[in-house]
């Protein structure tokens, strides 16, 4: 993968998450946007939060991005986590709908 520029919804959803910025965060995703990490899915906003307040955000997440590729409305971005839950390498593929992120897969 190469480090290209990201579509604008997902760079706010990757700087809200490492501003600690849960409101920016959700405001990236659509209304029925949703997370899915490793095969449990949170949709809607207030399930992404409840998400996010545990495992993500809560747990002061700072990802570092060191490379991304986009095929059609799909960006997969690899990054360096961070923070008081995971630490290590991951891949997030965000899928765009309409401007907003409609799901944000964490794949690897």
């Not at 579509?7 to 990236?28: Q, R, S, Y």
């Not at 029925?32 to 409840?50: L, T």
């Not at 095929?71 to 709908?97: I, K, L, M």
Request: proline share 4%; net charge negative; hydrophobic share 45%.
């Amino acid at each position: 993968m190469t480090h290209a520029p990201l579509p604008i919804p997902v760079a706010a959803a990757l700087e809200a998450a490492n501003a600690g910025a849960i409101e920016d965060f959700l405001h990236a995703f659509a209304a029925d946007g949703a997370v899915d990490d490793w095969g449990r899915e949170f949709r809607g906003h207030d399930a992404i939060r409840g998400w996010s307040d545990a495992e993500f955000i809560g747990k002061q997440v700072r990802l570092e991005v060191t490379a991304c590729r986009t095929e059609g409305d799909t960006t997969t971005v690899s990054a360096q986590v961070g923070g008081n839950g995971y630490n290590g390498p991951s891949d997030f593929a965000f899928t765009v709908r309409d401007d907003r992120v409609a799901l944000m897969r964490i794949t690897g």
